[in-house]
C-alpha cells in the first residue's frame, strides 16, 4: 500500500509542477503581449507615445556616448500630419482610416533605415527621429516617402487622396524635446504657407 501511496504522491507533485510551469509561461507571454500592446499602436505596429520617452532615453544615451569621444551628435526630428486623413474616415469610413495609416506604417518600416525611430504618436500623427542624419537629408528622404504613398494606397486598392505635411527640425543646437516641439511648430508653418498659396 505505501508503494500505491509513495507513486501517486510522486504522480501528483508531477502533475502540480507542470501546471505550475505551465502558468508561468502563459503568464511571461500575457506579460510579453501586454508590453506590446502598451508600447505600440494596434493599427500600424509602431511605437505609440508611451514608447516615446524611451526613445528619447535611447538618443540621450547615445548623444552622451558620442560627446564623450568628442563627436558631434547630429541627428533630425521629423513631425508628420497626415493630409486628408479626415475627410477619408469622414466619407470613407474608419476602416479604410485603418488602412491608410497600416500603409503610411509599412512604408515608413521599409523606407526609413532600422536604426531610425518611428512612433506612431496618435491619430494621423507621426514622429520620426534620423540619428546622424542631417535636415536636407532627412527632408529628401521624406519627400520620397510622400511621393511613394499615393503609389502605394493605389497598389493597396485604396481609393484615398491622402498626403502629409511634415516638418524638420536638425541638431545641434537644441536639445531632443525642443526638436520635437520646433519640428511639430515647421511643420505647422509649412501647412500655413501652403494654404496661403492656394
Known sequence: MSNVLFVFLVLTNLLWAFVVYILVRYNRACNAELRVLAYSNPVTQLPNRRAFDR?????????????????????????????????????????????????????????????????????????LFFPGMGEADAVRKLCEIRKKLPRKLEEESINANVSFSFGVASSPPCDHAELVELAELNMYRWKEARSARR
Open 55 to 127: 526613445s528619447m532615453i535611447q538618443l540621450r544615451t547615445q548623444q552622451e556616448r558620442e560627446q564623450k569621444q568628442g563627436r558631434e551628435h547630429v541627428f533630425s526630428v521629423a513631425y508628420l500630419d497626415l493630409d486628408g486623413f479626415k475627410e477619408v474616415n469622414d466619407r470613407l469610413g474608419h476602416a479604410v482610416g485603418d488602412q491608410v495609416l497600416q500603409v503610411v506604417g509599412a512604408l515608413l518600416r521599409t523606407m526609413l533605415c532600422s536604426t531610425d525611430i518611428k512612433l506612431h504618436i496618435g491619430g494621423d500623427e507621426f514622429l
